[in-house]
């Protein structure tokens, strides 16, 4: 009987500890911190914005451990493959060609409008068009006839490359424009909305299927409760709660 209390403690003590290293599991989180709403580095230095927000909850949720790791967007799925972060939450659409190379979680944003930014409205779409590189946006315009790409590795370069001349026209993330539109009494819309992609999710590497699930529910249940579409109403001034 004694053996037997003791193999009871034994595989409890072990079931306990083993629960503990689940929920003290730490993943990286990886995001560009250069693209607000989504995501930026605040007066302090530290990742903000409605990524940072959203990856806490999930994170809590989750009962994971997560600390914040910025890295360039032209680099950011290659450094995920090779390790220096667990996933990617920076503004990334969820693309077949991105697919190839990594997994996704079901999208927490819904597929978002991308627009063409001009100096005038007379823009016809033909010309240089800056775009961040590595982007769907990029990618589209390339494709574009009569257009001429130019890749810029900050979206910020790209509204610099218009604003001194050197292009035509920027094609991003209708979201991260406005604002700057709207500020801009020298830049307007051009064009109608471009729809590209299939919504935004995180980035896993193919092999970490076990936290893809982690995160995937905890998407799910923020889903569900609200959370995601409080959110994305509090960052997205205007924008009707997708979820």
């Known amino acids: 009987m004694k053996k037997i209390v003791l193999s009871a403690a034994a595989l409890a003590m072990t079931a306990g500890m083993a629960m503990a290293e689940s929920h003290s599991m730490t993943v990286r989180m990886g995001t560009e911190g250069a693209y607000p709403p989504f995501n930026y580095l605040n007066d302090d230095g530290e990742v903000d914005g409605f990524e940072r927000e959203l990856g806490d909850a999930i994170c809590e949720t989750a009962e994971l451990t997560c600390e914040w790791v910025t890295n360039e967007w032209d680099s950011i799925i290659p450094n995920l493959v090779?390790?220096?972060?667990?996933?990617?939450?920076?503004?990334m659409s969820i693309t077949d060609e991105r697919d190839e190379v990594i997994?996704?979680?079901?999208?927490?944003?819904?597929?978002?409008?991308?627009?063409?930014?001009a100096m005038s409205d007379s823009f016809d779409g033909t010309g240089v068009i800056a775009a961040q590189t590595g982007t769907i946006q990029a990618s589209h315009v390339a494709s574009m006839d009569g257009a001429q790409?130019?890749?810029?590795?900050?979206?910020?370069?790209t509204i610099a490359a218009l604003r001194s001349g050197e292009a035509d026209a920027v094609l991003a993330d209708k979201s991260f424009l406005e604002?700057?539109?709207?500020?801009?009494?020298?830049?307007?819309?051009?064009?109608g909305d471009v729809m590209?992609?299939?919504?935004?999710?995180?980035?896993?590497?193919?092999?970490?299927?076990?936290?893809?699930?982690?995160?995937?529910?905890?998407?799910?249940?923020?889903?569900?409760?609200g959370t995601v579409n409080t959110l994305i109403e509090k960052w997205f001034d205007g924008m009707e709660a997708p979820y």
Do not use: C
């Open 179 to 191: 604002p700057i539109v709207a500020e801009d009494a020298d830049l307007v819309f051009s064009g």
């Open 82 to 91: 090779s390790g220096n972060y667990d996933t990617i939450i920076a503004g």
């Open 196 to 225: 590209l992609g299939g919504g935004i999710g995180m980035g896993v590497r193919e092999s970490d299927t076990e936290l893809k699930e982690k995160l995937d529910a905890a998407i799910a249940k923020l889903k569900e409760d």
């Open 103 to 117: 997994d996704f979680t079901q999208a927490y944003f819904p597929p978002d409008p991308s627009a063409f930014a």
């Open 149 to 157: 790409l130019v890749e810029y590795a900050t979206p910020d370069e």
